[in-house]
């Protein structure tokens, strides 16, 4: 009879909000601490806009979504504050971890069970 495995418990913190209601996250990694904060629309738009191309001879335009990333962890990146240019120069793993995380913070819709906005706090709370 084959032994069973069990199962793995993940342990999801909990998330953390700005006293203006922006997500934020934190993650260390080869032992420096990096820490991020949500675009609001109007960046987020401007990230975008930066880059998709001018319309081609049809009407049609493209989106670098390669660019679309770095630019969101540019502007997400409140501790390193780090340029396109230094962030294109960290190790590769290292990278792709700050876009999994800046893209968390800036999901095209939220995840079934969480609320679309974070729960005000009632200044008596704090």
């Known amino acids: 009879m084959a032994a069973r495995s069990a199962a793995a418990l993940t342990v999801v913190p909990p998330k953390k909000y700005d ?7 934190e993650v260390t990694l080869r032992g420096v601490t990096y820490k991020l904060r949500e675009v ?3 960046v987020y738009d401007d990230v975008f806009e930066v880059a998709t ?3 081609d001879d049809e009407g049609r335009r493209t989106t670098d979504f390669a660019m679309v990333n770095k630019g969101l962890l540019v502007k997400a990146l409140v501790e390193p504050k780090l ?6 120069k960290l190790p590769f793993a290292v990278r792709q971890v700050l ?6 913070l800036h999901p095209a819709f ?4 969480e609320p679309e906005e974070p729960e005000k706090k ?5």
């Open 110 to 113: 939220p995840k079934e069970g």
């Open 122 to 126: 009632d200044a008596a709370e704090d």
């Open 53 to 55: 191309s001018e319309p």
């Open 99 to 104: 876009f999994v995380k800046a893209n968390e």
């Open 83 to 88: 340029t396109m240019k230094e962030i294109q």
């Open 40 to 42: 609001d629309g109007e």
């Open 19 to 25: 006293a203006d209601g922006f997500q934020l996250d």
